[in-house]
């Protein structure tokens, strides 16, 4: 994954290989999220040119905790919009449990009827004091054939 485009939000990043052996082998660059003293600390990127009006996004993204072995703790996506110097809006997008040594699969869908001036999607959770790993993040459109489908089925 890296961190090309992805920023702290008041934490710190770095990234690192990663390898297994075993029945499955990976290998790659990795996120790490630490030094966090609040739950939303964690990684974000700005997505507000990438977004069309009145479309429906998958979220899928990779993630584990890191820390004590019995570790099972949250991790959510989420979007934060601003406009016009207001308040920002947050959109909860996905949770997932996830746990030492597995990567979990976060999963879920956003729809926005108008975009706004800044969209932001970050990754955040789980408590203070607790680091966690992103492998991948993937955000695309849901094709209307594949949704159709979908309902129909």
């Known amino acids: 994954m890296g961190l090309n485009g992805w920023f702290p939000n008041s934490c710190i990043a770095s990234t690192?290989?990663?390898?297994t052996e075993g029945s499955k082998i990976e290998l790659g660059l990795h996120a790490l999220v630490s030094n966090r003293?609040?739950?939303?600390?964690?990684?974000?990127q700005d997505i507000t040119t990438r977004l069309m009006p009145k479309v429906q996004y998958k979220i899928l993204a990779s993630v584990r905790v890191e820390g004590s072995p019995q570790s099972i703790h949250s991790v959510m996506a989420?979007?934060?919009?601003?406009?016009?110097?207001?308040?920002?809006?947050?959109?909860?997008?996905?949770?997932?449990?996830?746990?030492v040594g597995k990567w979990e699969q976060l999963m879920g869908t956003f729809y926005l009827e108008v975009?706004?001036?800044?969209?932001?999607?970050?990754?955040e959770g789980p408590p203070a004091g607790f680091n966690f790993s992103i492998r991948s993040v993937?955000?695309?459109?849901?094709?209307?054939?594949?949704?159709?489908?979908?309902?129909?089925?």
């Open 78 to 99: 989420t979007l934060r919009l601003e406009n016009n110097n207001a308040s920002p809006n947050f959109l909860s997008l996905a949770r997932v449990k996830a746990s």
């Open 115 to 123: 975009i706004p001036e800044r969209a932001v999607f970050y990754l």
């Open 16 to 19: 690192y290989s990663f390898s």
């Open 138 to 153: 993937e955000i695309y459109p849901v094709s209307k054939s594949i949704s159709m489908e979908s309902v129909a089925q």
């Open 37 to 44: 003293t609040d739950y939303w600390q964690g990684l974000e």
